[in-house]
């Protein structure tokens, strides 16, 4: 009887050693099952929020708002929504790569080539040659229109190459060309003649009443721009980049025209400036890409010093030979000022852009051919500081390797 009632004392002293270690078995259990529920929740929200940052700056896909309720959701009992797999963690490290302020837009190659085609109109360049009257100078009454010869719209082109030292840093060289010439031939009306506008008035040509006169003038200018530009302030769909470097620029103008007179002959005046400058200059480019498109607005502005000569020559041959034959010479500093805004397209990964933009592009302190044969006329030489500009369209077609 008592060892019945010793095993059967040891009996329920192992059932009950058995049923505490279970439980805390259990216990432990519960609490290992809660922290990890807690851990994957947090990696969970860290997650939405970086998409979410992510794709609010226009670098990641959309997440539908399913996706965002279910990473907010904490873990709970039930199907859970499966973590982040390998292809969105490396998607999300992608954005944060590319939300970096130092990473513009289009620095991923090394080398860029482009090419410009230019349709330009230049202004404040016109030259008035007759006028037809019944007088000679200098008491003539104007009795029509005056001619005149006026550079119209003209095509040039710009060309260019780009390396790309790193990722905000390039070196570059371009070269533009632009050549405009008018020519414009008028006869008298009936019962009129033609009085030169651009002859010396001492000369004996000076009182003849021409017939016919023909008359036209060259406008062209070279540029050659060597570039280092550095990023100033970027970020994934935008860069303000410096340009700075030197300039080589010529600028040439040439006047010549024809008078004649039935019985008494012909004369001729020509007139021909150039000027031939290096410096440097200094600029911005502005760039702006649309989210999550290849559209994007661009300006530019550029401010240039030169220190050249000047070069002119005024030549008047008359039915008996030269009348007139003087030159004059200057050193200027030339101001150039350009402008430019526009609209473009990039492809995705930014290796092939066009755009098409407005420029403005103004010379300063330049010596006109008409203000050169004004001077002639004047004998006064003076003061021959005038401005010329041009104005016109531009087409920008690039490849980026």
């Not at 005056?146 to 790309?164: I, K, Q, T, Y």
């Not at 050169?372 to 920008?396: C, E, M, P, R, Y």
Request: charged content about 15%; glycine content about 10%.
């Amino acid at each position: 009887m008592r060892k019945y009632f010793l095993g059967s004392l040891v009996t329920m002293l192992l059932a009950l050693a058995q049923q505490g270690l279970a439980q805390d078995t259990s216990g432990a259990s519960a609490q290992q099952m809660a922290y990890a529920q807690q851990m994957a929740y947090a990696q969970q929200m860290a997650y939405a929020q970086q998409m979410a940052y992510a794709q609010q700056m226009g670098c990641a896909p959309q997440m539908g708002y399913g996706q965002q309720a279910a990473y907010a959701q904490p873990a709970g009992p039930g199907p859970q929504p499966a973590a982040p797999g390998m292809a969105d963690q490396a998607m999300a490290g992608q954005a944060c790569q590319e939300l970096d302020p130092c990473c513009p837009p289009g620095r991923n190659s090394k080398w860029a080539v482009y090419g410009e085609f230019l349709y330009l109109h230049p202004r404040d360049s016109e030259v008035a040659f007759a006028v037809p009257t019944t007088v000679p100078p200098p008491l003539q009454p104007e009795l029509g229109p005056v001619a005149l010869v006026d550079p119209d719209w003209s095509p040039g082109f710009r060309l260019g190459v780009e390396r790309n030292l790193n990722e905000t840093t390039s070196i570059g060289v371009n070269y533009t060309y632009f050549d405009s010439r008018q020519s414009n031939t008028v006869t008298a009306p009936d019962g009129t003649g033609l009085t030169s506008l651009v002859v010396q008035p001492g000369t004996a040509s000076s009182g003849v009443l021409f017939d016919t006169a023909t008359a036209s003038l060259d406008i062209n200018f070279q540029r050659v721009n060597l570039d280092y530009c550095s990023v100033l302030c970027c970020g994934p769909t935008y860069a303000i980049t410096l340009v700075d470097g030197v300039s080589y620029a010529h600028l040439g103008q040439n006047f010549l025209s024809t008078f004649t007179a039935i019985g008494v002959g012909a004369t001729a005046v020509d007139a021909n400036s150039t000027f031939d400058g290096g410096g440097i200059h200094v600029g911005l480019n502005l760039e702006k890409h649309a989210f999550n498109s290849g559209l994007l607005a661009y300006g530019r502005g550029m401010a240039t010093l030169l220190g050249g000569e000047f070069e002119e020559t005024y030549v008047q041959r008359g039915v008996f030979g030269p009348e007139v034959n003087t030159s004059w010479k200057s050193g200027r500093v030339v101001t150039i000022l350009d402008l430019e805004t526009g609209i473009g397209w990039a492809n995705c990964n930014d290796t092939v852009r066009v755009s098409i933009g407005y420029m403005f592009n103004g010379w300063f302190n330049v010596v006109r051919a008409n203000q050169f044969i004004d001077a002639v006329q004047n004998d006064n030489f003076t003061a021959l500081d005038k401005s010329l500009s041009f104005d016109g369209f531009v087409g920008h077609a690039e490849v980026r390797f």
